[in-house]
């Protein structure tokens, strides 16, 4: 069902994911900006990718809004961003399958897909440790979360 995305209130996020070793413990984070507060959620998996990581920092930030918004979210993942604004469109025509074959994480892009329709989400990309505030916060979440659970 589509939302009614006029006087959305705006959130902006944050969000990244790690893995040390790739494939190995991983942590995600996210940083969630409101007009009048910010939030941070962590997490982390015991043995997983620095994608699935990637995909889970923005499906648990998008996850955590009560109720719709217009979401402008930064990533530091080309995989993420372009998967989500370029690949997904394709994938769905392909019943979740890649022309070469099956889509890695699909349970996760189905997942970020059915939050979506309840937001209005603006991707964008920020050259990860780059010195951006907000991105270098979110690392240290993400990696946080691995030394703090594994």
Same mark, same amino acid.
Not at 137 to 145: K, P, Q, S, T, W
């Given at each position: *069902?589509?939302?009614? *995305?006029?006087?959305?209130?705006?959130? @902006?996020?944050?969000? =990244?994911?790690?893995?040390?070793?790739?494939?190995?413990?991983?942590?995600?984070?996210?940083?969630?900006?409101?007009?009048?507060?910010?939030?941070?959620?962590?997490?982390?998996?015991?043995?997983?990718?620095?994608?699935? *990581?990637?995909?889970?920092?923005? @499906?648990?930030? @998008?996850?955590?809004?009560?109720?719709?918004?217009?979401? @402008?979210?930064?990533?530091?993942?080309?995989?993420?961003?372009?998967?989500?604004?370029?690949?997904?469109?394709?994938?769905?025509?392909?019943?979740?399958?890649?022309?070469?074959?099956?889509?890695?994480?699909?349970?996760?892009?189905?997942?970020?897909?059915?939050?979506?329709?309840?937001?209005?989400?603006?991707?964008?990309?920020?050259?990860?440790?780059?010195?951006?505030?907000?991105?270098?916060?979110? =690392?240290?979440?993400?990696?946080?979360?691995?030394?703090?659970?594994?």
């Amino acid at each position: *069902m589509a939302v009614d *995305m006029v006087d959305l209130p705006t959130v @902006i996020i944050y969000t =990244d994911g790690a893995c040390d070793p790739n494939p190995g413990p991983g942590g995600w984070g996210a940083l969630l900006r409101y007009p009048d507060r910010e939030e941070t959620l962590s997490g982390g998996e015991p043995y997983t990718t620095n994608n699935r *990581m990637e995909l889970t920092a923005a @499906i648990q930030a @998008i996850r955590g809004l009560n109720r719709p918004h217009r979401v @402008i979210l930064y990533t530091d993942s080309t995989y993420l961003k372009k998967g989500i604004t370029e690949w997904l469109p394709t994938w769905k025509e392909r019943r979740w399958r890649r022309k070469e074959g099956a889509l890695a994480n699909v349970e996760l892009w189905q997942e970020l897909d059915a939050l979506l329709h309840s937001h209005q989400v603006e991707w964008r990309w920020v050259r990860g440790h780059a010195g951006n505030p907000d991105n270098q916060r979110v =690392d240290r979440l993400a990696r946080g979360a691995i030394r703090s659970r594994y």
